[in-house]
């Protein structure tokens, strides 16, 4: 019989002496990091080997082995600079390092062969043996008695492989009903399931991350901008080690529950409605189904409208669309790009630092490394610079932007940021690596010493797609301070719209910075819910807005009032059991009165205080 090939060998062909090992299932992750922000586009979470030029320490567990045998080896690993392979890493099992490097065949995600691998029956130890220091990347190994390719890519006929072979159940367990969904567990998010928990909703907050604070969390480091207020101030306030007090005021709320390491894959829509969302544990793979009558998106991603079908906006308008003047003569996809932020310091004695001609090439002759991340929450920190021919100032770039602040590293503007987030994050790695390879290398004696102290492999995230709501905010509405008869909360702050840059495509070309009459400005409820999904709501950058406006209402903090006057609405959802236009149409001046009574401002209603005692 003519044996099948790819997946469809492999859903086939299963066989009970198959050996499925997922990398995050390992016992010991050694130095190795659990890396699961590229779930949707890669299919699963992986283990990440980030020693900036300097190898980690092996990832090792355990396996049964069914039966003796000579089992066919295969790796899903990454080749993330094809040509220069600088990922590297090999297996060792029960102590035997296998010849076979993985990572090294100029592929994307894909099943590598490893040969053959003689196992006896029993208990066999495995090893992930970094060979480079450079971001190896290994997602699962699999060994069989058959001559069958493992499926790929991770689709569902895929995913079930996975879990027969894992012992996971194939459909997701009921983990209960709630009064409001929280999805992305941010400032914005932790904002609205903190203020829902406050006005005693059972909220469920699910976050994709192992911290909360998303842009401002201890990976990534960002301080909160625009308008906080004394919600947004308690929630950011930060421990010893940077991270941010979010999780422990969300622990202490008898009605809230906090979902770490979920990741949101799917939803439940009936009638233009959600009425629950599917999410997948990082490290377990677990499955679990979560409940509710209304969803607050707080992903900056849209995406509980991608998965439901929302209607939504994206990339720059043209001018004549709305009026705007910052806008561009014709509208195009452009949009912000990620930042990726690290810190170098100068050691006691001198640091090598291998040739990375990989990284070179991205950097080029750049060799300026300020815009550091000093600590979590402080930016901006100048970095080694050696001066070279090229650095010939631009006139037109306007004074500001001589000195290289933290989000001058950024790229992805022109790509797809849902399908090129890996890359996005690694050109800037490669970016990082190539410039402090450039002044190690064109000024030896001054940075012999230097050495990294810190590089993220979380990037902060740019632009996504935004939401279309039942209005969409513009540039004018915020210059004029138009008044809105639904107005829930205000927001502050300049335009700020990055342009990306030409010789060097992971820095800014240039930064516009427009502080407009230095004002705050409402937001109407119109731009926090769905114009086709009767039961979503949303808070932060994806708000309802233009290109130009979002530049504006993007930052974290403003995102944080859209959150409270989110879970405010949303508490009257439940209490008069309603969907978000419902409270606009006949609710509007309680929702006023709420929000103004967590965020302190007066938006277009008496603020009645019954909650300060509480909030």
Not at 207 to 234: C, F, K, M, T
Not at 436 to 455: C, E, G, I, R, T
Request: negative net charge; aromatic residues 10%.
């Amino acid at each position: 019989m003519p044996r099948a090939s790819g997946s469809q060998a492999s859903m086939a062909m299963f066989s009970p002496s198959d050996i499925f090992v997922e990398a995050e299932d390992f016992d010991e992750y050694g130095g190795w990091i659990l890396d699961s922000q590229f779930e949707h586009e890669m299919g699963s979470p992986y283990l990440l080997a980030h020693g900036n030029g300097k190898p980690v320490a092996d990832a090792t567990t355990t396996v049964s082995v069914p039966e003796t045998g000579h089992y066919n080896l295969w790796i899903r690993a990454k080749d993330w600079a094809p040509g220069h392979h600088p990922g590297r890493f090999a297996l060792v099992v029960n102590g035997q390092i296998l010849s076979q490097e993985f990572g090294a065949n100029d592929m994307d995600w894909s099943w590598q062969r490893g040969g053959t691998v003689h196992l006896e029956e029993g208990q066999t130890q495995l090893s992930l043996r970094d060979l480079t220091g450079f971001c190896g990347r290994c997602d699962a190994i699999f060994f069989s008695l058959e001559d069958v390719v493992p499926p790929e890519p991770v689709d569902d006929p895929a995913r079930i492989w996975r879990k027969r072979l894992r012992g996971l159940p194939v459909d997701p367990v009921d983990a209960g009903d709630f009064d409001v969904v929280v999805v992305g567990g941010g400032v914005v998010g932790s904002a609205a399931a903190l203020t829902a928990a406050r006005l005693g909703d059972r909220v469920a907050l699910i976050q994709d991350r192992p911290v909360l604070g998303g842009n401002a969390s201890v990976e990534i480091g960002l301080s909160p901008r625009g308008i906080r207020g004394p919600l947004i101030e308690e929630l950011t306030d930060r421990h010893a080690n940077g991270d941010i007090r979010a999780k422990d005021l969300l622990d202490a709320e008898p009605t809230a529950t906090v979902f770490t390491e979920y990741t949101v894959y799917s939803t439940v829509t009936v009638s233009s409605s959600i009425t629950s969302v599917n999410c997948r544990h990082a490290r377990t793979g677990r499955e679990i189904r979560i409940s509710a009558p209304v969803f607050i998106d707080c992903t900056g991603k849209s995406l509980l409208g991608l998965l439901s079908g929302a209607q939504t906006l994206s990339g720059q308008e043209s001018r004549s669309e709305h009026g705007e003047s910052l806008a561009p003569v014709y509208g195009d996809s452009m949009h912000h790009g990620h930042t990726l932020f690290f810190r170098t310091r100068l050691a006691d004695s001198p640091v090598d630092f291998p040739n990375v001609p990989w990284a070179v090439e991205v950097a080029k002759d750049y060799a300026d490394l300020g815009g550091q991340l000093i600590r979590p929450g402080v930016e901006n920190g100048e970095g080694p610079l050696v001066k070279n021919a090229s650095d010939v100032p631009d006139p037109a770039v306007p004074r500001r932007m001589t000195r290289p602040l933290t989000h001058f590293w950024e790229y992805g503007q022109w790509l797809d940021p849902y399908t090129h987030g890996e890359h996005i994050r690694d050109h800037l790695l490669r970016a990082i690596y190539g410039t402090f390879s450039n002044v190690k290398n064109l000024d030896p004696k001054n940075y012999a010493n230097l050495d990294f102290d810190h590089v993220a492999f979380v990037a902060a995230q740019g632009q996504f797609r935004r939401y279309q709501g039942d209005y969409v905010l513009t540039e004018n509405d915020i210059r004029t301070h138009k008044h809105f008869p639904d107005a829930v909360v205000q927001n502050d702050g300049a335009f700020c719209l990055h342009y990306p840059g030409d010789k060097y495509d992971f820095r800014l070309k240039h930064w516009e910075w427009d502080e407009r009459d230095g004002r705050p400005y409402d937001i109407p409820f119109r731009c926090l819910y769905s114009a086709n999904i009767s039961n979503l709501m949303f808070a932060g950058k994806h708000l309802s807005t233009t290109h130009i406006a979002g530049s504006n209402a993007k930052f974290m903090g403003n995102g944080g009032q859209h959150g409270i006057a989110t879970a405010a609405a949303a508490h009257l959802c439940k209490n008069y059991n309603t969907t978000p236009r419902g409270v606009y149409r006949e609710h509007m001046r309680e929702l006023q009165s709420l929000s103004a009574s967590v965020t302190g401002t007066d938006c277009g209603a008496a603020a009645v205080k019954v909650l300060s005692a509480k909030l």
